[in-house]
Antibody, heavy 130, light 107 residues
Framework: EVQLVESGGGLVKPGGSLRLSCAASGFTFSNAWMSWVRQAPGKGLEWVGRIKSKTDGGTTDYAAPVKGRFTISRDDSKNTLYLQMNSLKTEDTAVYYC?????????????????????WGQGTLVTVSS | DIQMTQSPSSLSASVGDRVTITCRASQSISAYLNWYQQKPGKAPKLLIYAASSLQSGVPSRFSGSGSGTDFTLTISSLQPEDFATYYCQQSYSTLVTFGGGTKVEIK
């Protein structure tokens, strides 16, 4: 079964740091381009950033509001994606989802550079407040 | 960044209605356009990818069309389980962007 499970959310003060994790299973994680997407309370979806597979260079891209404060990394030996969030602001309060694009044959599912987001994790809530 | 504009932002419709949601990109994105459905408290669900391809397991009453800058999501006959918020998303640019969402409510 394909699964993404986020963890690490919680309450943090403005200026603080938090690290989110996303454990992946059921597909070839090492080949997948992984993204974080967030959703502030009552608002729409906002892409946070992406990390490419190591085969494709392992580089990262970030949305302007988080660039320089957030860092995405991956540990392919643990099938785990991370989001390190520093200098947190109240406007970073949101549910954070990890997501990727995969292709499933009749027998297996494969990560890669796919231009859609499916599957998604269940999300983890980050609240930045004093 | 490529801006994605959805319209309307909300609509009221009845079961059995044909519903159309539009999404406009600030520049041409070819067919790099996906549609998602999100229900309260749940993660988004992929409905349509590459502008017009139906994701496996999604009912055939959902369809997508368009290319370039103008795209449409159509629900041919609205069902009770379709009341939700719908988002478009472009993957043409390195920096991914979503539309603001369209909330489909019961009339």
């Amino acid at each position: 079964e394909v699964q993404l499970v986020e963890s690490g959310g919680g309450l943090v003060k403005p200026g603080g740091s938090l690290r989110l994790s996303c454990a992946a299973s059921g597909f070839t994680f090492s080949n997948a381009w992984m993204s974080w997407v967030r959703q502030a309370p009552g608002k729409g979806l906002e892409w946070v950033g992406r990390i490419k597979s190591k085969t494709d260079g392992g580089t990262t891209d970030y949305a302007a509001p988080v660039k320089g404060r957030f860092t995405i990394s991956r540990d392919d030996s643990k099938n785990t994606l991370y989001l390190q969030m520093n200098s947190l602001k109240t406007e970073d309060t949101a549910v954070y989802y990890c997501t990727t694009g995969i292709y499933c044959s009749s027998t297996s599912c494969y990560g890669g550079r796919y231009n859609w987001f499916d599957p998604w994790g269940q999300g983890t809530l980050v609240t930045v407040s004093s | 960044d490529i801006q994605m504009t959805q319209s309307p932002s909300s609509l009221s419709a009845s079961v059995g209605d044909r519903v159309t949601i539009t999404c406009r990109a600030s520049q041409s994105i070819s067919a790099y356009l996906n549609w998602y459905q999100q229900k309260p408290g749940k993660a988004p669900k992929l409905l349509i990818y590459a502008a017009s391809s139906l994701q496996s397991g999604v009912p055939s009453r959902f369809s997508g069309s368009g290319s370039g800058t103008d795209f449409t999501l159509t629900i041919s006959s609205l069902q009770p389980e379709d009341f939700a918020t719908y988002y478009c998303q472009q993957s043409y640019s390195t920096l991914v962007t979503f539309g603001g969402g369209t909330k489909v409510e019961i009339k």
